[in-house]
Structure formats: C-alpha cells, structure tokens
C-alpha cells in the first residue's frame, strides 16, 4: 500500500484520510477478518481474528484459553485493521504504482466480555455478522461453550479511515511513456458451497450459503 | 479467526501451527499486502503496506516521508502478517463455526534501507513481485524518486505458519442435528483491466494483466 507521497504533480489527491463513521462502518461491514496488534513488553503482535461490528463497537472472536487474548482484556491498547484491496494500479513509472484500497484502523483499549449473557448475545451477533441466517438453523452454545469463549469489545470510537481509487496519476512529464497503463480490479468471491462429507440426511444447501458475499452484503444492510 | 478451541471430541486438529519456510513463502507469494505491527511508546500500529519477498527476507515498501517508517527503521521489533481467507466453514453448533485460511505471521527487526542501489534493486523486484513482467515497460526511477521511497528489509527467520482448511469437526453429539452443514470457499479473483483514460496511443493490454492473479503466481513460480 503506497503511503502519500512526494510526487510533484499529482492530479489529484488519490490517497486520502477521513473519519467518517458510515465509512468505517461499510468497511468493516464488508470485512471478515480483522487484523489486531498489541504489544506485550515492547513485543508487536498482529494475529488475524474474526469480529463482528454492532453499532458503535466491535466485538473480537478467540478462545478463552488463549493467554494474548488475556492480555488484551486487561486494557492493553489495541489497534484493528481491517483492508480490502480492491486493485493494482500501474502506472507510467516503477515509482507511481499503487493500489486501489480501503482501509479502517481502530485504536483503542478493549473490554473483556465477561457476562454470560453477553457472551451467548456476542456469539449470535458474531455468526450473525458472518453468515446472516445461520442463527435459525445452528445449534446455539451450551455453557461449556459459552464458558470456553472469549469476546473482547471495542468501541469505534478513535480511527481513522484511509482509500485510495482510480487510475494511475503520473506527473505530465511521464505522458510520453510508450506503455499501458491501467487499473486491474480485484475482489473477493465466494464459490459454490461444499458439502460437509460427514452430513447426515437429506438437507438443501441453505440459501444464504449460495451466492454468500452478495447475500451477505444485502442482509446486513436491512 | 478462531483460535484452537476446548472443544473436547475433535475428530482432527483443524488448526495447525508449523515453521516451514516452503510454506511460509508460498503464502508470502501469494499474498499482495501485509499488515505490519509495532509499538511506538506502548501504542500499537497495524499498517497494512506492500511488500516483496526476495528469498529469505521481504522488502517492505513506503514513503521515506513516513515518520512510522523511520522508526521502524531504527530497530523497532515488527510483528508481519499476511492471511489469505480460504472459506467460511458452517457447523452444526454456532461455537463450532470457523474459517479456513492461511496465514504466516514474521517476528524481527527491520533495516533501514539506505543504499541508493539497493533502493533501486529493491523497487524493481518489489514491481516484480506484484506485477511480473512490468519492470520491461514502466519507465524505472530517477534519483528523486528513490530518495522519496523507503524500503525496510526484514529477515524471515522467525516466522510462524497457521492454517485450517477442510470440513467443520463437530463432536458426535451433533452429529443428529438437523442442518446442511459444510464450507463456502472464498478467493480473490482479477478482473479485466481498465485502461487509464490519459492514456495515449495505441497500446495493447499487457498479457500479464490479463488473468493477473494466475500469470503472477505462475511467473513467480519460474
């Protein structure tokens, strides 16, 4: 991801920084993994978790055993990155390449979710957020579950949102440059569901499990 | 992500962790961002930024204007992540749910590149790297801009490999519960590229960015 630059006659601004909370939101909505760093003793760590946004805060999924996800309940600052990359971008120059993205960085100190009715609450906003329906038809937690589950919450409070789009913005100097130059777009896709080989009986694939993104992406929106 | 649960009748271990480097650079070559953490005083930071892998260490690529850079560059340890999200896996038991993915997380300090030269190796083979075959076509950089990029090199010593790919692995009990259960594989597709619309004369779309994500990983391979 190219941070600004120093170029000397850009078009326009490509990369660009807003705090905007409905931006965030459609992000993070977007998402499925966050990246969470902390630091323990001066230690980096940035370990890939799933989370699931519920109004102004986020809630962060591990297992309760795990002695990182301790930590960051005792109040360690944290900072959550979720990015979709949306395509490269080549340009005229090695130098202007880029990439067309969007991210969301969030910093803050989580709380550890502690309450057992919150957890079972966190649990179904989690799958919720995931797979929208599939509340409806999974087997919900029983307490030992509850009890070997950990959510940490995070408010969406201070972060900062940061993108960048469109077409390569070479300095007019590199007009001349005798090659293509261009976006390739990328994107996620989900592919035809796979039978678990253990299922037993006769059940339909589930609809929101064909064409998930979209589905997804539709269901959260109501 | 979830974590390595309690989960007491696992019929295998779906999550597993390993430390070997064919593995680690096949994630590493597939991916196109990392997210790099470090700790400025105790605040965390989770930079999603481009990267090359070049043997046994990965350039990571910025704007020498970067204050974050520069630090890191001084000696500050960094934690890298790259994840690729292969599935969503859809159990019997909402606690049951996970994804499926690879993931490789590097642990060390990074060097500040400093040498002119190296800067310009480490750009061509960062364009390499995302774009095999463009270094033939973009115009390479000037001094200038060399002195407005920065590259970190960070050895890939200490690293781990964490993936889970397959069914869900409910425990017998909810083997009778009443539900398709089974995996929706996610992956990142290129569209076709769109040209710039600055662009001048006549110029074909490059074979390498048509097809991109497999031309790329076929052309790393070579």
Redesign the interface.
Known sequence: ???????TEPRQVADRVNHEFAEAAAILDEG??A?????VD?????????YAREGEHLYL???S??RL?KRLGEGL?????V?H?DG?V????????S?N?R?V?I?GQARWVDDAEEKDRA??QL?HF??PG??D?????DAK?LN??AFLSLPIKEFSVKRRSG??Q?PAK????????????????????????????D????NY?ID??NKRAAALKE
């Open positions: 991801m190219s941070l600004p630059t120093q170029r499925l993994i990246h969470v760093g902390f630091a001066g230690q980096p760590f940035v370990i890939p978790m799933t999924h591990g297992a055993v795990s996800m600052e944290v900072c959550v990155t990015t990359l490269m080549l340009a005229r120059s090695t130098f202007g390449h990439m993205y991210s960085m910093f649990l179904k799958v995931l797979v599939r509340n038809e999974a087997r919900a937690a579950e070997a589950t077409p390569p070479d590199d007009m001349s440059v005798e090659t293509w130059t261009g976006e390739v777009p990328l994107r996620v896709v989900a592919e035809p569901p796979v039978d678990d080989p253990t299922m037993q009986g059940h339909t694939t589930p499990a998930y993104l």
